[in-house]
């Protein structure tokens, strides 16, 4: 059983930054293709940002040039660069890996 903890959320003002993680225990982690999603507040759960187990990469359109997906497969943690943040980039975020999901971390953009 796939276990995930994501941490890095919190309260940026516009065009800050954040960095979130998600620490995976319990599988192969480099075997597998995982992404990042989000849920705004009354918003349906929207893919933000993937990566394939060799590293290419992909994003929502309206992350694109301000977001970083990366991997460290030696310690089994992806992460979200976040940076030029919005206040609709606020939401709680979500990683999933092997078809699990973690917890959620909150990020609030707000002045």
């Known amino acids: 059983q796939v276990a995930l903890v994501e941490s890095g959320g919190g309260l940026v003002q516009p065009g800050g930054s954040l960095r979130l993680s998600c620490a995976a225990s319990?599988?192969?982690?480099?075997?597998?293709?995982m992404g990042w999603y989000r849920q705004a507040p009354g918003k349906q759960h929207d893919f933000v940002a993937g990566?394939?187990?060799?590293?290419?990469?992909n994003y929502a359109d309206d992350v694109k040039g301000r977001f970083t997906i990366s991997r460290d497969n030696a310690k089994s943690t992806m992460y979200l660069q976040m940076n030029s943040l919005k206040p609709e980039d606020t939401a709680v975020y979500y990683c999933?890996?092997?078809?699990?999901w973690g917890q959620g971390t909150l990020v609030t953009v707000s002045e």
């Open positions: 999933n890996v092997a078809g699990s």
């Open positions: 990566i394939s187990s060799r590293g290419s990469t």
């Open positions: 319990g599988t192969i982690f480099g075997l597998y293709a």
